[in-house]
């Protein structure tokens, strides 16, 4: 098709930069967001093992009362999927 359209090398590196510049960063974005999702999930992972673990604490403490545990620790309580940054940097 080039070859019959008289495009020469340069033409068709001009022609074709600009796509691959589109496709590169649409790309790399697409890596961000989805290293963003494992480290959010592998986090998730991390939390659910301390929870159990906090639990195991609790029970060793004769802490049977959820309203006690929340109390003590609400983070313990929130939905994985509603922590954010801001919950880690409020609970050194």
Known sequence: MWDDAQYDDADRKEAFSGVFEVLKSAFEEEIMLVKEDLEFRSLGNQLTKLRGE????????????????????????EPLDTLDESAVKSNP
Do not use: R, T, V
């Open 54 to 77: 906090i639990n195991a604490l609790w029970e060793e403490a004769l802490i049977a009362d959820d309203d006690q545990k929340q109390k003590l620790f609400p983070q313990c309580f």
